[in-house]
């Protein structure tokens, strides 16, 4: 008895310890059995525990649900409600359900392939996991990504693609920034069962800016896709089958489109990767900076990394109205153009014609002395290409200060149309484009002189059909286009409605007219310009809700320049000029300049018009500055300092701020905050910053030129898209890609 | 190479053949010899498949700057070819274009034809590269005007396959892949071509008469024999009898006539439905 009595004690013992665990895990399972009380309403559901609250979308994106109700429809991703709007996919509504999915081949910017089957998600009533990037969401959905079935086909997927993938993690660039590195580390096995000999691929020659290492590739085809559909340019393709199957061009050929280093960005892996960056840095001891680029009149938003003082890669950053995500081969490569051929010190010409270090103070006191010893009406002063807006308000007032109204920034032409805004920026905007449905392109071969405003121009022909007619010499384009003329003898037929092209201008929605701004160097601009302005209006390219007129400039420093008035005539000024003050410019000619003339050189670099200088003061690049610059469409950037300045240089505002006083004419700003409170009585749009500032008054306010048009075609403005100022042609990569890249 | 499971499995079927089953069953099974799987010696270093390469190297015989188009009976075959698909797209043709030029270049085809296949149908080269990489009949290196593919599936494999295609290695003197000095033989392997029921078969694609002439017959049933008699018989220009060459056999029926089906197949018995 006593033995029974013992064990059923112990039972129940054991029964009341188990008790109360199964009812606490019917209470945690099963929350509908609580829910099913009358007095618990609906309310209780989001309270539930097991649940874990919804998630922010996936790098705070917004989703724009479209005004109609009918348009969005209603999925559940684990659980949660989320509404998205219709056509979006699987992966997407995850996202905005803040689930990130992994995923290789899917990126939002090119065309989906689903080939890489790593986004695979369970789907109720669906009998085999479903690849999300590929997938339409459809209503009411019942998305499952954290469940078994989905994590056990990513970890199959994962161990898949790391069968062929060589492990030379520690000997690869993509290390620390690598999607697949990352990936396997959440789906990894920890050990292979591969025991076979891994596959090897020959790697290919894309020429200096990209090192493959075919090996590396898990055949994702971003790197095509991009090439087809962003860069435009069909070299790229999938070669091969089964395991065969290999990124390549067939015949060796490299990569010659201007934006190929973005394909490095999208590669996941280490297959293509920065060849003037290999073996250079690890990224995580980069130190990453949000600046702007200052090559092109674009103003592409980059992110600058340096490691101590040095610049190491340069690499976009996301502004969906300028660049995307894209930047140039010109903007990424430029970098090691900051390292070499840099002024560091003050110098003057000594009577040997060779130049010497000298302090600063004695730099200014000799600059001081001359500029005393000429006339007012002699001294000019030049902005050079690469000038930030401070600097320029410095240089116009100091040499405002000594009498002189000769101030003027290179490339603007003899008589820049810097009275209304609207006539030297880009009305409808890099973005806006992308609504045009035909395009009249006027002396201006964007791919060469804002590759970023060519790519929407290919995004947009490619995505519309729009139709783009050229007027100019004989040019490279990456899309479709009708080459009308080579003169402006074209722009009078289609004025007077003559030329074939009308029919397309005249039955556009949308058309866009840019015009370069090498026109600016004619003589004749004003007539150009009033004739592309009639053409505007017979076509209806200006309307109230349409600006399509548009002029596409060349220079980071040009728009900032005409707001602020650098506008004067550069032939007649650099003729009588007794002292020539230079910020930078070295694009400006100089033949007509008397012998007798006194240069200053104030810039970065050991460039073309070093070699006439007088007198060398150093400045800060770029990279080491803070300036305010305003890029074709009106928008005003700021570049921030990423790494410290070479030597005894100095930021341009400060230099000429130093010696506006050893001149005794000081100017009355001693700080940047100073400067810019100067520049908002001149032009209060270069304070808003990451604004564009559209312009008020339209050209029709315009007197009517009355100048004669000349019939001489319109010149190449662009020869060397590699190889533009100061930076760039100090840069031993652009060196090579100008060698190897550029069309004999 | 094969997988070696698939090599396993040929002993293990073999090991079966020869210990349980009776000796009649062995030779109704297998009239000629075979071949041990494992006697085939070291496999050759070359890509089993026609493709040589998934990558253009420049040779005196096909280099991208070389003049290539379609004869002119061709091009009346082009427009027809592309009459099939929408003029919008065009890239459709690119596979019969590809074929009709390997014919009329002698079984190959070079960098200058996929260039010339690019712009009739409007594309980019490289659409064209990777469509010919891709399917392994087309082959982007010379072979000969006679061009002998050896089925390497299981089927074939089994019935000995691989000592055929040592055979004809052997007796062309060539490597796989590689064309005879005279220029008229090469040997390929290819994947099953649907003839099990008559292993080991070759195929054997005729390139020495243009597109015109150009066949492409199946040769089954063949033993090491015979498969040098077929490459003598096509040497001296004659064609032999396509299909299998069993002598007693006939398309693909048993040996000496049918065992079984003699008369009229009886029709499959119905339900009387009105009786249910």
């Given at each position: 008895m006593a033995f029974l009595a013992r064990a059923l004690r112990q039972s129940n013992s054991r029964l009341s310890s188990r008790c109360p665990a199964v009812a606490a895990s019917c209470r945690w399972i099963s929350p509908t059995a609580a829910a099913g009380s009358p007095e618990a309403g609906a309310a209780v559901a989001p309270a539930d525990p097991e649940m874990p609250p919804p998630r922010e979308p996936v790098g705070g994106a917004r989703v724009e649900l479209p005004p109609n109700?009918?348009?969005a429809l209603e999925v559940f991703v684990d659980g949660h409600t989320v509404r998205i709007p219709k056509g979006f996919t699987v992966l997407q509504a995850c996202e905005v359900a803040g689930v990130d999915i992994p995923r290789f081949c899917y990126h939002s910017r090119l065309s989906i392939a689903g080939n890489c089957r790593m986004c695979l998600v369970e789907v109720e009533k669906s009998p085999k996991p479903v690849a999300s990037c590929a997938m339409p969401a459809l209503p009411g959905m019942k998305i499952k990504t954290n469940?078994?079935?989905?994590?056990?086909?990513?970890?199959?997927?994962?161990?898949?693609?790391?069968?062929?993938?060589?492990?030379?993690?520690?000997?690869?660039?993509?290390?620390?920034?690598?999607?697949?590195?990352?990936?396997?580390?959440?789906?990894?096995?920890?050990?292979?069962?591969?025991?076979?000999?891994?596959?090897s691929v020959v790697d290919k020659n894309l020429g200096p800016l990209v090192k493959t290492v075919m090996t590396r590739c898990i055949q994702c085809t971003r790197c095509v896709r991009f090439a087809t559909e962003v860069a435009g340019v069909q070299d790229l393709g999938m070669l091969g089958r089964g395991s065969g199957e290999e990124i390549g061009t067939y015949v060796e050929k490299l990569m010659t489109s201007e934006?190929?280093?973005?394909?490095?960005?999208?590669?996941?892996?280490?297959?293509?990767?920065?060849?003037?960056?290999?073996?250079?840095?690890?990224?995580?001891?980069?130190?990453?900076?949000?600046?702007?680029?200052?090559?092109?009149?674009?103003?592409?938003?980059?992110?600058?990394?340096?490691?101590?003082?040095?610049?190491?890669?340069?690499?976009?950053?996301?502004?969906?109205?300028?660049?995307?995500?894209?930047?140039?081969d010109k903007t990424r490569f430029c970098y090691d153009g900051l390292k070499r051929q840099r002024l560091n010190d003050p110098m003057i010409r000594g009577p040997d014609g060779r130049f010497k270090a000298v302090t600063w103070r004695d730099a200014l006191t000799v600059v001081a002395e001359v500029l005393h010893q000429v006339k007012p009406e002699e001294i000019t002063g030049v902005a050079g290409k690469l000038s930030d807006a401070e600097s320029m308000m410095a240089l116009k007032d100091f040499v405002n200060r000594m009498g002189s109204d000769k101030v003027l920034c290179e490339g603007n032409g003899p008589n820049p149309p810097a009275d209304l805004r609207s006539n030297y920026l880009m009305n409808t905007g890099i973005a806006g484009l992308e609504k045009a449905d035909v395009f009249l392109l006027v002396g201006t071969q964007p791919r060469v002189e804002?590759?970023?405003?060519?790519?929407?121009?290919?995004?947009?022909?490619?995505?519309?059909?729009?139709?783009?007619?050229?007027?100019?010499?004989?040019?490279?384009?990456?899309?479709?286009?009708?080459?009308?003329?080579?003169?402006?003898?074209?722009?009078?037929?289609?004025?007077?409605?003559?030329?074939?092209?009308?029919?397309?201008?005249?039955?556009?929605?949308?058309?866009?007219?840019?015009?370069?701004?090498?026109?600016?160097?004619?003589?004749?601009?004003?007539?150009?310009?009033?004739?592309?302005?009639?053409?505007?209006?017979?076509f209806n390219v200006t309307r109230p809700d349409w600006n399509g007129l548009n002029v596409l400039l060349l220079h980071a420093a040009q728009a900032a320049a005409l707001d602020?008035?650098?506008?004067?005539?550069?032939?007649?000024?650099?003729?009588?000029?007794?002292?020539?003050?230079?910020?930078?410019?070295?694009?400006?000619?100089?033949?007509?300049?008397?012998?007798?003339?006194?240069?200053?050189?104030?810039?970065?670099?050991?460039?073309?018009?070093?070699?006439?200088?007088?007198?060398?003061?150093?400045?800060?690049?770029?990279?080491?500055?803070?300036?305010?610059?305003?890029?074709?469409?009106?928008?005003?950037?700021?570049?921030?300092?990423?790494?410290?300045?070479?030597?005894?240089?100095?930021?341009?505002?400060?230099?000429?701020?130093?010696?506006?006083?050893?001149?005794?004419?000081?100017?009355?700003?001693?700080?940047?905050?100073?400067?810019?409170?100067?520049?908002?009585?001149?032009?209060?749009n270069l304070l808003h910053v990451d604004e564009r500032e559209l312009p008020t008054i339209s050209s029709e306010v315009k007197p009517p030129a009355k100048q004669q048009m000349s019939s001489a075609p319109f010149k190449t403005v662009v020869e060397n898209f590699y190889m533009t100022d100061a930076i760039t042609r100090a840069s031993k990569i652009m060196a090579q890609c100008s060698a190897t890249l550029l069309k004999k | 190479m094969l997988p070696p499971a698939a090599r396993l499995a040929a002993r293990r079927l073999l090991g079966i053949c020869s210990s349980s089953a009776s000796e009649a069953a062995v030779s109704r099974l297998a009239p000629f010899p075979i071949a041990a799987?494992?006697?085939?010696?070291?496999?050759?270093?070359?890509?089993?498949?026609?493709?040589?390469?998934?990558?253009?190297?420049?040779?005196?015989?096909?280099?991208?700057?070389?003049?290539?188009?379609?004869?002119?009976?061709?091009?009346?075959?082009?427009?027809?070819?592309?009459?099939?698909y929408p003029s919008n797209?065009?890239?459709?043709?690119?596979?019969?274009?590809?074929?009709?030029?390997?014919?009329?270049?002698?079984?190959?085809?070079?960098?200058?034809?996929?260039?010339?296949?690019?712009?009739?149908?409007?594309?980019?080269?490289?659409?064209?590269?990777?469509?010919?990489?891709?399917?392994?009949?087309?082959?982007?290196?010379?072979?000969?005007?006679?061009?002998?593919?050896?089925?390497?599936?299981?089927?074939?494999?089994?019935?000995?396959?691989?000592?055929?295609?040592?055979?004809?290695?052997?007796?062309?003197?060539?490597?796989?892949?590689?064309?005879?000095?005279?220029?008229?033989?090469?040997?390929?392997?290819?994947?099953?071509?649907?003839?099990?029921?008559?292993?080991?078969?070759?195929?054997?694609?005729?390139?020495?008469?243009?597109?015109?002439?150009?066949?492409?017959?199946?040769?089954?049933?063949?033993?090491?024999?015979?498969?040098?008699?077929?490459?003598?018989?096509?040497?001296?220009?004659?064609?032999?009898?396509?299909?299998?060459?069993?002598?007693?056999?006939?398309?693909?029926?048993?040996?000496?006539?049918?065992?079984?089906?003699?008369?009229?197949?009886?029709?499959?018995?119905?339900?009387?439905?009105?009786?249910?």
């Open positions: 109700p009918e348009d469940t078994p079935v989905a994590k056990k086909a990513r970890e199959g997927v994962m161990e898949f693609l790391l069968m062929n993938h060589p492990l030379d993690c520690p000997i690869c660039d993509q290390g620390g920034e690598c999607d697949l590195q990352d990936q396997s580390m959440a789906f990894g096995a920890d050990r292979g069962r591969f025991t076979e000999m891994k596959r934006l190929s280093g973005n394909v490095i960005d999208i590669c996941p892996v280490g297959a293509l990767t920065s060849k003037p960056f290999a073996f250079k840095a690890r990224n995580w001891e980069l130190k990453g900076t949000e600046t702007i680029d200052v090559t092109d009149a674009v103003g592409s938003n980059i992110r600058v990394d340096s490691r101590g003082p040095e610049v190491m890669r340069i690499v976009p950053r996301i502004n969906e109205d300028i660049n995307e995500e894209w930047i140039s804002a590759a970023m405003v060519n790519a929407r121009i290919q995004k947009t022909v490619r995505a519309t059909q729009a139709k783009v007619g050229y007027i100019g010499p004989p040019a490279d384009f990456n899309y479709d286009h009708e080459h009308l003329g080579t003169g402006p003898q074209t722009l009078v037929e289609i004025a007077e409605g003559q030329h074939p092209f009308c029919s397309a201008l005249q039955s556009a929605k949308n058309p866009v007219i840019i015009a370069g701004a090498g026109l600016f160097e004619r003589e004749d601009q004003d007539a150009l310009f009033s004739r592309i302005e009639t053409i505007a209006k017979k602020l008035g650098l506008v004067a005539n550069p032939a007649e000024s650099i003729k009588s000029a007794k002292f020539l003050y230079l910020m930078g410019a070295d694009d400006i000619s100089l033949d007509k300049l008397p012998e007798d003339a006194f240069v200053v050189y104030q810039g970065h670099h050991g460039d073309k018009a070093v070699y006439r200088a007088n007198v060398i003061l150093p400045s800060s690049a770029f990279s080491e500055k803070e300036g305010t610059y305003e890029n074709t469409e009106g928008c005003t950037q700021w570049t921030i300092p990423a790494v410290p300045t070479v030597g005894d240089a100095r930021d341009d505002w400060k230099i000429i701020r130093a010696l506006s006083e050893v001149a005794g004419a000081q100017l009355p700003y001693n700080s940047l905050s100073a400067v810019r409170d100067r520049i908002s009585t001149v032009a209060p | 799987a494992s006697a085939r010696g070291p496999v050759s270093s070359a890509r089993p498949f026609s493709t040589a390469l998934n990558y253009h190297i420049d040779s005196p015989e096909n280099k991208p700057d070389m003049k290539w188009e379609f004869s002119e009976a061709n091009m009346k075959k082009v427009k027809d070819i592309l009459s099939h797209y065009k890239q459709s043709g690119i596979i019969p274009l590809l074929d009709l030029a390997q014919q009329q270049h002698g079984g190959w085809v070079p960098v200058a034809a996929m260039d010339a296949i690019a712009k009739i149908v409007e594309v980019a080269p490289i659409r064209v590269y990777e469509v010919a990489t891709f399917y392994t009949m087309f082959n982007r290196t010379k072979v000969g005007k006679y061009h002998l593919l050896v089925c390497g599936t299981t089927p074939c494999m089994i019935r000995g396959s691989r000592e055929i295609e040592d055979t004809l290695l052997e007796h062309l003197g060539v490597k796989r892949n590689e064309v005879t000095s005279d220029g008229l033989f090469s040997v390929g392997e290819m994947e099953c071509m649907g003839c099990c029921v008559n292993a080991p078969m070759i195929a054997v694609a005729d390139y020495s008469k243009g597109s015109e002439g150009y066949t492409y017959n199946y040769y089954e049933d063949l033993t090491p024999k015979r498969v040098i008699e077929i490459v003598e018989m096509l040497r001296r220009g004659e064609t032999p009898p396509r299909g299998t060459q069993h002598p007693e056999r006939k398309n693909s029926g048993p040996a000496g006539g049918n065992t079984t089906l003699h008369g009229e197949p009886k029709p499959p018995p119905c339900r009387d439905l009105d009786a249910c």
